[in-house]
């Protein structure tokens, strides 16, 4: 048998690992969820890029010499642009869930 200090001592324990195991699901769940909006993000740009490239050769004309943006001057460099954007999308992520896991670690620890 038990007495109460010991069953008070085990709850208390019990309740860290419970507190430990929903923080480790929430942290997770947010990692998924910021990467799956980044994936998204990067795909909506990729589909839309075609359709806004050719908008803007239209308005401004191809072959103009008063063609000032970067886009306008050929398709590769949208495609390059959206490229850059998702590299810096995913440095993003994932410093995102590197802090987020220094975080949970140091939550845990102190």
Same mark, same amino acid.
């Given at each position: +048998?038990?007495?109460?200090?010991? $069953?008070?001592?085990?709850?208390?324990?019990?309740? $860290?690992?419970?507190?430990?195991?929903?923080?480790?699901?929430?942290? =997770?769940? @947010? +990692?998924?969820?910021?990467?799956?909006?980044?994936?998204?993000?990067? @795909?909506?740009?990729?589909?839309?890029?075609?359709?806004?490239?050719?908008?803007?050769?239209?308005?401004? *004309? =191809? *072959?103009?010499?008063?063609?000032?943006?970067?886009?306008?001057?050929?398709?590769?460099?949208?495609?390059?642009?959206?490229?850059?954007?998702?590299?810096?999308?995913?440095? *993003?992520?994932?410093?995102?869930?590197?802090?987020?896991?220094?975080?949970?670690?140091?939550? $845990?620890? *102190?």
């Amino acid at each position: +048998m038990h007495n109460t200090a010991e $069953r008070a001592a085990a709850i208390a324990i019990r309740t $860290r690992e419970l507190k430990h195991t929903r923080r480790a699901r929430q942290t =997770s769940l @947010a +990692m998924w969820l910021s990467s799956a909006a980044c994936l998204a993000l990067i @795909a909506a740009a990729a589909l839309t890029m075609p359709t806004l490239m050719a908008r803007q050769i239209d308005v401004i *004309g =191809s *072959g103009s010499d008063a063609a000032a943006g970067v886009l306008a001057e050929s398709g590769a460099s949208g495609y390059v642009l959206v490229g850059l954007l998702a590299f810096s999308l995913g440095c *993003g992520v994932t410093i995102l869930c590197y802090r987020l896991r220094r975080r949970d670690r140091e939550r $845990r620890d *102190g």
